[in-house]
Every structure is written in structure tokens, then in C-alpha cells.
Nanobody
Framework: QVHLVESGGRLVQPGGSLRLSCAAS????????MGWFRQAPGKEREFVAS????????YYADSVKGRFTISRDNAKNTAYLQMNSLKPEDTAVYYC??????????????????WGQGTQVTVSS
């Protein structure tokens, strides 16, 4: 099992920036594809970004492309989501997820076996 803990969510102004962190337990962090998803009240959980095991490739939802950056530091067992130019529609609970056997190109939450507890991001003036 791998345990994931997100942090960094808070209230920010439109146009502002925020970095989320996802700390993972275990000795095999580098074997996991990592993804970020988000869910607003009354809406389905949606894909945000993903990154390959070594961090060499990334994939983004069209809604965040050019504004968000996913990264990872395998030496620290941590994945990150840098969010810039935030919009009110980015308001959601953000979750990190991990899986050993999927492609990073998967956008389905059903493909990820391990999830963090989520962290609230609110974009409002």
C-alpha cells in the first residue's frame, strides 16, 4: 500500500498562484504514475494532470494547460501541482492519485488505485 497526503490548499485571489504538494509513503514511489484530479460540489471528479514515473512526460486537461504544472521529486517521495493564473472555476477539492500499472495518458479516476484525502482550493475575491 501507498499512502498519499495532500497539502497546500487555501483561499486565493483570481489570477493568483498556489502550489499543492502530495507526500507519499513507501519505498517505491518512483514506480507510480502520479495524477491530480479535482472535484467541485455536485460535479464529477475530473482529471487535471499526470506525470510519468521518472517525470519525463506530463499530460494536462485542456482547461488547465498553460496554467498548471505537474512535477515530482522522487528523492522526496513528493508530487506537486503548481497552479498559476487561477480562475474561480478552479475552485474544487484537489486530490492526488497514484497507480503502478497504468499509462500516464489515462484521464479516468477509475484507473487509479490510491488516493489522498484531498485539499480545498478556493479562488475568489
Amino acid at each position: 500500500q501507498v499512502h498519499l497526503v495532500e497539502s497546500g490548499g487555501r483561499l486565493v485571489q483570481p489570477g493568483g498562484s498556489l502550489r499543492l504538494s502530495c507526500a507519499a509513503s513507501g519505498r517505491t514511489f518512483s514506480s507510480y504514475v502520479m495524477g491530480w484530479f479535482r472535484q467541485a460540489p455536485g460535479k464529477e471528479r475530473e482529471f487535471v494532470a499526470s506525470i510519468t514515473r521518472s517525470g519525463g512526460s506530463t499530460y494536462y486537461a485542456d482547461s488547465v494547460k498553460g496554467r498548471f504544472t505537474i512535477s515530482r521529486d522522487n528523492a522526496k517521495n513528493t508530487a506537486y501541482l503548481q497552479m498559476n493564473s487561477l480562475k474561480p472555476e478552479d475552485t474544487a477539492v484537489y486530490y492526488c492519485a497514484a497507480d503502478q500499472g497504468i499509462s500516464y495518458l489515462s484521464t479516468s479516476s477509475r484507473d487509479y488505485d490510491y488516493w489522498g484525502q484531498g485539499t480545498q482550493v478556493t479562488v475568489s475575491s
